[in-house]
């Protein structure tokens, strides 16, 4: 599968940010899909993941900030950040697996930069 993202830019601290990832060209179906995340130094970190059937994780540190969401036909899933920290500033990765676990994701979009100034 192809994932594309879109979305990301250049937000103040507290503004709001929606991040797409539409997925294409699977011959099986996808189950879990999410979000990872990427600061320079730091390693990848896991944001938050949707399941086809809507089993939700969100990592403590965006806990009732983000939401994601997802459609499954065609397979599109997204995440609305809100009040945005300049500590949110990472390169964001649309993830997918077959699974119903994004922990070693089979598929991975490009990323998309998402940047908060203070």
């Known amino acids: 599968a192809q994932l594309v993202e879109s979305g990301g830019g250049l937000v103040r601290a507290g503004g709001s940010l929606t991040l797409s990832c539409a997925a294409s060209?699977?011959?099986?179906?996808?189950?879990?899909m999410g979000w990872y995340r990427q600061a320079p130094g730091d390693k990848r970190e896991l944001v938050a993941t949707?399941?086809?059937?809507?089993?939700?994780y969100y990592a403590d540190s965006v806990k009732g900030r983000f939401t994601i969401s997802r459609h499954n036909a065609p397979n599109t899933v997204y995440l609305q950040m809100n009040s945005l920290q300049p500590e949110d500033t990472a390169v964001y990765y649309c993830a997918a697996d077959l699974t119903d676990d994004l922990t070693s994701p089979l598929y991975w979009g490009q990323g998309t930069q998402v940047t908060v100034s203070s």
């Open positions: 949707i399941t086809r059937s809507a089993g939700i």
């Open positions: 060209g699977s011959r099986f179906t996808l189950n879990a």
